[in-house]
């Protein structure tokens, strides 16, 4: 009589692949988990090119003038969106009202709500226990726009002139920042809060944000490399408003942000 041996796999074999298929799991889930932060990243970087691109084609049709932040009077009221379809149907500017921005202005150039959303960034994150609902991915530099530069200039409220701008292949235009406020000082936003804490809102691929220069040019910067551009990285809203009345000269020099210095 033939008798036919049955193999099978012991206790131990079974537990020395389940350890070997973690290890090798936490080894290779990071670096998917990387990949997928860089195809997003190069996708926002597609994202803020289009839009830089947009912004200086409006130039060309306004005079070579940057759009503003918000279509209205300085301080307000700012005009209501309410054309279906539009960024600003969508987006919340400070987090309560849908309002006509430079998303708006530069939409006809863009043809696209959906760009103006990071694929890093969802529609309502939580930061510092704030909840930025409905705002949009990208921030426009106040001082671009004309907004934060001219605090308490009763009725100015229009974008810088292209001349204006000392160093457009040096100061940024647009960044990756999320936050209620999405016109106005990124600089003061950006240091205030990076900071002390290293967060999504700011630093939404790995840890640091893509930037749109005023040329037109995107470029990833790292957190370190924007936060020690500034000689106060605690600034406080007085020292803005301080300097929105005497930006060339100002102590509050971030040449990142501040297009009017050499």
Not at 16 to 44: G, K, M, T, W, Y
Not at 107 to 131: A, G, H, L, M, R
Not at 207 to 217: L, P, R, S, V, Y
Request: glycine share 8%.
């Amino acid at each position: 009589m033939s008798h036919t041996k049955k193999t099978a796999f012991t206790l131990i074999e079974l537990l020395v692949v389940i350890a070997i298929i973690s290890i090798l799991a936490s080894i290779l889930f990071p670096v998917f988990a990387r990949a997928r932060e860089n195809a997003r990243r190069a996708s926002c970087m597609n994202n803020l090119k289009q839009i830089g691109l947009g912004m200086l084609q409006y130039t060309q049709d306004y005079d070579e003038r940057y759009p503003a932040a918000l279509e209205g009077a300085y301080g307000g009221p700012y005009k209501t969106q309410t054309i279906a379809g539009t960024p600003g149907a969508k987006f919340r500017i400070n987090g309560t009202t849908h309002v006509v921005s430079w998303m708006d202005m530069v939409f006809p150039y863009v043809k696209s709500v959906p760009i103006f959303e990071c694929p890093s960034q969802p529609d309502s994150s939580t930061v510092t226990n704030t909840v930025y609902k409905d705002s949009a991915s990208y921030g426009y530099s106040g001082a671009i726009s004309g907004y934060s530069w001219q605090y308490g200039v009763a009725g100015s409220n229009q974008g810088r002139m292209l001349t204006q701008v000392m160093r457009p292949a040096e100061v940024a235009m647009l960044i990756d920042f999320q936050g209620v406020y999405n016109n106005q000082g990124l600089a003061y936003a950006y240091t205030t809060r990076n900071a002390t804490v290293i967060d999504k809102a700011v630093a939404p691929h790995f840890d640091g944000t893509n930037i749109a220069f005023a040329d037109g040019h995107v470029k990833w910067l790292g957190t370190s490399q924007i936060i020690k551009t500034h000689k106060n990285t605690t600034p406080s809203s007085a020292t803005v408003a301080a300097c929105a009345n005497n930006p060339t000269t100002c102590v509050w020099q971030n040449p990142l942000f501040n297009p009017f210095i050499n």
